[in-house]
């Protein structure tokens, strides 16, 4: 009998990470991260945002997120949604 394909499903989560701010002061890094997240409850991160060499590093980006975060669950109202079937 056939094996079943592999399918690819994501799902919305509910994330707490941590975010360094490079910054001359802590209202310049407030506005900065404010910014980062854009409207306050969601935020869309792809690439070297997310840094998890030390935070002397010379490429380390002015907002970074560490790579360890804490899953709370899915978000209210997430749903699994199907991207796409695997080979």
Do not use: C, N, W
Not at 8 to 33: C, P, S
Not at 39 to 52: N, Q, T, W
């Amino acid at each position: 009998m056939a094996r079943a394909k592999l399918k690819l499903f994501q799902v919305d989560l509910k994330i707490a990470a941590t975010a360094y701010v490079k910054a001359y002061t802590k209202k310049e890094a407030g506005r900065l991260i404010d910014e980062f997240i854009e409207d306050g409850s969601a935020l869309e991160v792809e690439g070297p945002e997310i840094f998890g060499e030390s935070y002397h590093h010379p490429r380390m980006p002015i907002v970074s997120l560490s790579p360890a975060m804490t899953i709370h669950g899915r978000l209210p109202g997430s749903k699994l949604v199907h991207m796409e079937d695997l080979g």
